[in-house]
């Protein structure tokens, strides 16, 4: 249903606008992928990026195709917008999550909540994403509607609409109150709370981006609700990966300015390339009747006591063994 008075020429020069937003969040996603591999410190949160990225593309694909082409075409975009969507903004969650887990200590009994939030967050998204495949596959006569300039349209109920809105409250708050929590009570490096606070602010755009979504959804602001599915999906994907580029172009920055120094492994940014372990060998100095030794001449000290004490003993052997003989002939 059409709500505003909206041409849909409008709404393709605004869909050029969105596109061209979430095509920078893509660039923002290669660019990473190629920096956190050349670095050689990929980890999980690039992991789902990498997924999300995908999704992207995925849903990008499809709501060309839905504004673009009619009939079959706009409804195979639809399916591909429609349930790419929740997808992006759910990994995007998900790789944020993992970022703050990868800040905080393996030592601390914070990092293994945080992991067992990132199980809750899959739990929600599976469920939800049952709950709207149900929804959209149960009655497939939907698809004769021509609802939206001609092309299949099937807005959310109110039920599934509130617990979508509901799961995204939920997990965006955590999002949010997660990174005040860790620069609040938890002691950290400069810039490990640089990005925490990066964090932060990201997690404070998707949020507005998603009650903006539900807001159009409950007026039954039908064309409108595309766009901000677009603006809400390039918003996570640029936060997502704007971290990366954000810590990487102050440490470039700040290197260019002042020169370089020792700096602590606690206090990692994850924009330096991996440090491979280095041993030492540690030598300890002995001082053996008034001479110091080291362990080398300690281990040839060692070696040549054993080789006299091994030579004593076989000549001590060797003397008995002749000194039995004449005992016997004295005896005899």
């Keep these: 249903m059409n ?13 050029v606008g969105t596109a061209a937003l ?9 660019f990473r992928f190629w920096f956190r591999f050349r670095i050689r410190r990929l980890w999980w949160e690039d992991a789902w990026a990498l997924a999300a990225f995908v999704l992207a593309i995925s849903y990008l694909t499809g709501t ?3 504004l673009h082409y009619g009939k079959p075409t706009s409804t195979v975009g639809y399916w591909m917008s429609t349930f790419a969507f929740n997808p992006v903004i759910w990994l995007v969650r998900h790789s944020t999550l993992f ?5 905080i200590y393996p030592s601390l009994m914070l990092r293994r909540i945080v992991l067992g939030i990132a199980m809750v967050f899959f739990l929600l998204f599976v469920s939800f994403m049952a709950a709207k495949l149900w929804y959209f596959c149960h009655d497939l006569s939907w698809m004769n509607n021509t609802l939206f300039f001609g092309n299949t349209l099937l807005p959310l109920d109110t039920n599934l609409g509130i617990f979508e ?7 965006d708050a955590i999002l949010v109150v997660l990174p005040i929590k860790l620069l609040w009570s938890v002691k950290l490096p400069t810039r490990q709370r640089r990005m925490i606070l990066l964090i932060f602010i ?3 755009t998707v949020t507005m981006a998603a009650i903006c979504r539900a807001i159009c959804q409950f007026l039954n602001l039908d064309v409108a609700v595309p766009l901000i599915m677009d603006v809400e999906v390039a918003l996570s994907s640029i936060m997502c990966n704007l971290l990366v580029l954000v810590t990487f172009l102050y440490r470039y920055s700040r290197s260019a300015s002042h020169p370089p ?10 924009t330096t390339p991996a440090r491979p372990r280095e041993t030492t060998q540690i030598l300890t100095t002995i001082e053996v009747g008034g001479s110091d030794y080291s362990l080398d001449n300690l281990s040839s000290v060692w070696g040549d006591g054993c080789a006299s004490s091994a030579t ?5 052997t060797l003397s008995s063994s002749e000194q039995r003989p004449e005992e016997k002939s004295s005896r005899s």
Aim: glycine letters at 6%.
């Design 64 to 66: 060309s195709l839905y």
């Design 165 to 171: 809105l509901m799961t995204d409250l939920i997990t």
């Design 202 to 204: 990201s997690g404070v």
């Design 312 to 316: 004593s003993g076989v000549s001590d």
């Design 99 to 103: 970022s703050v887990a990868r800040i």
């Design 22 to 30: 979430e095509v920078i969040g893509l660039l923002l996603a290669v």
């Design 3 to 15: 709500n505003l008075d909206v041409s849909l020429d409008v709404i393709r020069k605004a869909s």
């Design 261 to 270: 120094s020792n700096e602590s492994d606690e206090d990692d940014d994850y």
